[in-house]
Structures are given as structure tokens and as C-alpha cells.
């Protein structure tokens, strides 16, 4: 079983930053890609970013590209999510989930923090 825990989370003026941390328990954390999601208030999930298991390829959603970092340390069984110059838009529930390498469906969430950035 696989087990996640957000925290990080809180609030933020407009421009501020945060970084979420996922951590992950049991001893195969480097079997797993990782991925952050968000939903907001009256919308749908949406992904954020994802790492492969290595930390070697990254992928982000357009709104996010060059102001989110997702980083992952496997000593720690730890991924992160570093959110630079946030917006108001940003503001959400933030997930992270895990699925095992060569799946695309991420069966493993964390129950989620919130993010909220006031203008």
C-alpha cells in the first residue's frame, strides 16, 4: 500500500511563493512517476506537473511553465512542488499522486492541501 501526505500548503499574497512536499511512504518510492494536481472551487481536477522516477524529465501545464518547479528527492521519499510569482488563479486544492512506472493512470492520491492566494 502507498501512502501519501501533502503539506505545504496555506496562504499567499499575489506574487508570493510556496512549496508543497508529498511525502511518500514505504520503500519503493523510486518504482513511481509523481504528479501534482489542483482542483479549484466548482472546477474539474486538472494536472500541474509531473516526474518521471528519476527526476530526469519533467512535464508541466502551460499555465504553470516557468513558475512551478516539481522536484523529487528519493532518499527521502519526497516530491515537491516549488510555486514561484503565484496568482490568484493558482488558488486550490492541491494533490499529489503516484502511479508505477510504464502506467498512465495514478491510482495513489494524498488527501490534498490548500492553496490559497489572495490578490
Known amino acids: 500500500q502507498v501512502q501519501l501526505v501533502e503539506s505545504g500548503g496555506g496562504l499567499v499574497q499575489a506574487g508570493g511563493s510556496l512549496r508543497l512536499s508529498c511525502a511518500v511512504s514505504g520503500r519503493t518510492f523510486n518504482r513511481y512517476a509523481m504528479g501534482w494536481f489542483r482542483q479549484a472551487p466548482g472546477k474539474e481536477r486538472e494536472f500541474v506537473a509531473a516526474?518521471?522516477?528519476?527526476?530526469?524529465?519533467?512535464s508541466y501545464t502551460d499555465s504553470v511553465k516557468g513558475r512551478f518547479t516539481i522536484s523529487r528527492d528519493n532518499a527521502k521519499n519526497t516530491v515537491y512542488l516549488q510555486m514561484n510569482s503565484l496568482k490568484p488563479e493558482d488558488t486550490a486544492v492541491y494533490y499529489c499522486?503516484?502511479?508505477?512506472?510504464?502506467?498512465?493512470?495514478?491510482?495513489?492520491w494524498g488527501q490534498g492541501t490548500q492553496v490559497t492566494v489572495s490578490s
Open positions: 516526474i518521471n522516477w528519476s527526476g530526469g524529465s519533467t
Open positions: 499522486a503516484a502511479r508505477a512506472r510504464g502506467t498512465t493512470i495514478y491510482p495513489y
